[in-house]
């Protein structure tokens, strides 16, 4: 089974920017997005994208500021924030699957905190 593991979380001030990482243990035949978490909250979508990279699907409120993207030769997804808010405070997490409803994925690694102060 493949394995996928989130790096790039931190502490950063609002405006700021952070780069995740996602790093899969073998390459994934298929489109893979993040989600987020924050305290109390159920989790949300964030962005997806497709197996080839060449499509691509942002939520509305990170639409302009994040941007995902991945290297099938290197395993790899990235997830690069700009502009970060105070709201986006949440473990984030990396999934294999489709669509923006969690019930699209079916494998998931074990997030990383990102807290953004005001």
């Known amino acids: 089974q493949v394995q996928l593991v989130e790096s790039g979380g931190g502490l950063v001030q609002a405006g700021g920017s952070l780069r995740l990482s996602c790093t899969a243990s073998?390459?994934?035949?298929?489109?893979m997005g993040w989600f987020r978490q924050a305290p109390g909250k159920e989790r949300e979508f964030v962005a997806a994208?497709?197996?080839?990279?060449?499509?691509?699907n942002h939520a509305d409120s990170v639409k302009g500021r994040f941007t995902i993207s991945k290297d099938n030769a290197k395993k790899m997804m990235y997830l690069q924030m700009n502009s970060l808010k105070p709201e986006d405070t949440a473990v984030y997490y990396c999934a294999r699957g489709v669509g923006r409803s969690v019930r699209g994925y079916e494998r998931w690694g074990q997030g990383t905190q990102v807290t953004v102060s005001s």
């Open positions: 994208i497709s197996w080839g990279g060449g499509s691509t």
């Open positions: 073998a390459l994934t035949f298929s489109g």
